[in-house]
Nanobody
């Protein structure tokens, strides 16, 4: 079992920044690729960005490329999502997710491929 706890959400004006964190516990963090997803009311859960086990490979949805950055610190068992130039359409509940993965795998982008989920943190961007 892996437990994931997100933090850092909140209310920000358009153009502002927020930094999310996801702390993991329970199993060896470095064995897992990590991703962030988001879900807005009435919409399906959407892949935002992911990072492989070593942190050397990342992947992002097109709508956040150049604005969001995912990173991880395996010594701290934590994955981060730095969000800059936020837009109202970024408003959603943000979830981190973990997938036990081999070191050379690409980052998965569909929710069903992930084994563990956090409880989510609300991000609201006002116009």
């Amino acid at each position: 079992q892996v437990q994931l706890v997100e933090s850092g959400g909140g209310l920000v004006q358009a153009g502002g920044s927020l930094s999310l964190s996801c702390a993991a516990s329970g199993q060896t963090f470095a064995y897992y690729s990590m991703s962030w997803f988001r879900q807005a009311p009435g919409k399906e859960r959407e892949f935002v960005g992911g990072i492989n086990r070593s942190g050397g490979r990342t992947n992002y949805v097109n709508s956040v490329k150049g604005r969001f950055t995912i990173s991880r610190d395996n010594a701290k068992n934590t994955v981060y999502l730095q969000m800059n130039s936020l837009k109202p359409e970024d408003t959603a509940v943000y979830y981190c997710a973990a997938r036990r993965e081999n070191p050379f795998a690409v980052v998965r982008t569909t929710p069903a491929e992930y084994d563990y989920w956090g409880q989510g943190t609300q991000v609201t961007v006002s116009s």
